[in-house]
């Protein structure tokens, strides 16, 4: 997979968004917004071709639960197909 190009994250009165650069790709009847941890991927793989396995690995390595529990890779694996399915129906990713 891979993000599709002339898609970027901004931050708009303090909220992450995918904005659709040019002037053929102006269509906000589809605004993406994203919270802190789908913002942190998005950066991560921007530009590149990236795996659903790849997602999850940079959650465990980059988050935990809480400061004393990790973040399993079950989960990670978990949040982050049902967050690239999101991606996907948006159109903001190349399968």
């Known amino acids: 997979m891979k993000a599709k190009s002339g898609f970027n994250l901004r931050e708009i009165c303090g909220e992450q968004i995918i904005v659709s650069e040019g002037k053929e790709n102006i269509d906000f009847t589809n605004i993406i917004s994203m919270n802190e941890t ?50 996907i129906e948006a159109g903001i990713v190349e399968v």
Do not use: H, Q
């Open 38 to 87: 789908s913002a942190f991927l998005w950066n991560e793989v921007k530009g590149r071709e990236f795996t659903l396995e790849e997602l999850a690995d940079l959650l465990v390595s980059n988050y935990m639960i809480d400061e004393n529990t990790p973040l399993d890779k079950e989960r990670a694996l978990a949040d982050c197909k049902a967050m690239l399915d999101k991606w």
